[in-house]
């Protein structure tokens, strides 16, 4: 596996994207929310997508030169349409819009539909705090995951992120998805031809399996909780909750109409909405309390839970957020490594477009 | 088992709660929050928990004539400082003024300080819904709860509803402790003494344990996913968001700091906020795109999940919020069934207070 400079990966990832059309500043900025992934250790969501995002540029599936706009508005809220545009872009356009709302009413909520896949949610739910506001980033996506009792793949992954600012201590960033593993833990043991353990996915019969090819072999991802008995009405029940203010509230497709990220999947026959949907938040802390009072106990609040007694055989209790701070650290020093076969992938589209690598 | 009706149980309770020196109106909010828990299935936070209240208040721990008021607020938010309340009478004061800004600026978020135990988190959402909103009630409570990899109990059952309206169709009501199993579940197994399923508790040492007694003893109710690999660091971040909201932009305690809901136990010696912490949010579907469109795609969303394909063994899929739907209505018109110890518990509740029961 051979290790990358993150600016290497953002000159080359910019230059395709400029090469497919978008405006440079928009390509600046899909480069930077794409490659978050990469450095955060999402690795499923980063540069290792942008010939995905390409190829569903071929199939005239994203618009480089979209019309972002705001198409309805109250005083704290937004509908934004994305016109189809790259959701690495569309995202951060709804989500400063949610910001604005929010310096004026105190928050601002902003649903967009016509959109398309916007990389990993932590990174536009952090967008809101260096305003000393809390940000919440929710987006709907290709239908893989089965309701509890359901044979039918439904849902997306359906992330929610939370991000929260502190004062001393770092930022606290949750940053899930609604089902028990996301699909690219599953890609990592597909790899390795590895099982999965019981409670990640249900073979095409509904019943549970540990193949890591359940997915593929027409099986579904489970919500969060795995089985009944476990919760996993829970898990079902937030991503349908994503799923509804993402999609149901802005106009876009949901459940099982979302269009697929895949280009050689066409999207459903007979959509009910425009392209598929997010949802963002943006919350300012003083308008509920002080700010600094705010931070000073969010210091606290992660102090007291980082100094946990943890159970034997584990090091410490861990804040939403460590684990990708800690590897954004290392990475942005130590270079980003990626797969021989995502470094062959990113090669031939070089080649194609021009573009050295 | 003795079955009782619903009205017979209002009387009784408002009684009761005027008894402890509740004014007529409060009390008779409260005993519909508490009996909304009994009529939807959720034993626990029902008439079972009236004699909880009663000694919460005879060790002055409950406010009965609380001066309920804003005490900070923005076009879309406010802070509300229940007084030490009831947190039956808090909640829909609260939540109420979430509804009333969402009139004017779109959405309205509350976060409650120095109030208590609400009863379950869905009936406050549910106060959206006749007003074509999205109703969101949090709260936080008692430690219980370990986040992974601790052996301390730092968080609440943390509970999430997200109450949303449909057309013809009933509305979708999720209502979700942010762990495996709520405590209500446990305490059904304690009874019977049966075993629990791997995945809900730890013992103190934070090992697995399958012994119902797990959390008496000293362990800890489990986050949504159970451990590790089946994503309990999700449950843990959900209910960290529940707790963060909920009490540290309130002025509430948060982790540890919440003050137990037995009267027996101390509140902590040095809290960090006061009393309990609750959010509310309320969403004008309008806000976003035309109600009566939003509610006929919704129609859609909730016929197209309903009438998923289901796995063999299962009769149908459910959408949140049936199984509870279905169960009113039942105990509406045949009533209410008690267990005896909570009834010998209600019985000699009316002897002390010269309330005929």
New interface residues.
């Given amino acids: 596996m051979h290790t990358f400079s993150l600016q290497h990966l953002e000159t080359f990832t910019k230059n395709i994207l400029v090469k497919i059309g978008c405006p440079e500043n928009d390509a600046i900025t899909a480069t930077k929310v794409l490659l978050s992934a990469d450095l955060r250790g999402v690795d499923s969501h980063g540069v290792a997508r942008l010939s995905g995002y390409v190829r569903l540029w071929e199939v005239n599936r994203i618009n480089p030169t979209p019309d972002i706009r705001v198409v309805?508005e109250?005083?704290?809220?937004a509908?934004v349409d994305g016109d189809g545009g790259l959701g690495l872009v569309v995202a951060p356009f709804a989500m400063q819009v949610a910001i604005e709302k929010a310096k004026?009413?105190?928050?601002g909520?902003v649903?967009v539909r016509n959109s398309n896949h916007y990389g990993i949610a932590g990174i536009h739910a952090m967008q809101a705090l260096e305003h000393d506001m809390i940000g919440i980033s929710l987006t709907n996506a290709s239908p893989l995951v089965s309701?509890?009792?359901?044979?039918?793949r439904?849902l997306g992954t359906n992330p929610?992120s939370?991000a929260?600012p502190a004062k001393e201590q770092p930022p606290?960033v949750?940053d899930?998805?609604?089902?028990?593993?996301a699909n690219g833990k599953l890609e990592i043991l597909q790899r390795k031809q590895q099982e999965a353990?019981f409670?990640?996915i249900?073979d095409k019969?509904?019943?549970p399996t540990s193949s890591p090819n359940g997915v593929r072999d027409g099986g579904a991802l489970l919500p969060?909780?795995?089985d009944r008995?476990?919760?996993s009405?829970?898990?079902?029940?937030?991503g349908?909750?994503v799923?509804?203010f993402s999609a149901?509230?802005?106009?876009a497709n949901?459940?099982?109409w979302v269009p697929p990220f895949v280009a050689f999947l066409e999207p459903h026959p007979h959509p009910?909405?425009e392209g598929l949907g997010h949802f963002f938040g943006a919350?300012?802390?003083d308008?509920?309390?002080p700010a600094d009072?705010?931070k000073a106990?969010?210091d606290?609040?992660i102090s007291?839970?980082r100094e946990?007694?943890?159970?034997?055989g584990?090091e410490?209790?861990?804040i939403?957020g460590d684990p990708e701070r800690e590897l954004e650290a290392e990475r942005r020093q130590k270079g980003i490594p990626l797969l021989p076969s995502v470094e062959a992938d990113l090669k031939a589209l070089g080649e194609k477009f021009g573009v050295s690598w």
Avoid: C
Wanted: net charge positive.
């Fill in positions: 309805h109250t005083p704290s809220t509908v004026i009413a105190g928050t909520w649903s309701p509890t009792f359901s044979k039918e439904l929610i939370v929260i606290f949750l899930m998805a609604t089902t028990t593993a353990p409670g990640w249900q019969d509904g019943k969060l909780g795995g008995e476990h919760g009405h829970k898990g079902y029940g937030l349908a909750v799923d509804i149901v509230l802005s106009g949901y459940g099982p009910v909405g919350m300012r802390v308008a509920f309390r009072e705010f106990n969010m606290t609040w007291r839970f946990a007694t943890p159970v034997d584990q410490k209790v861990l939403p």
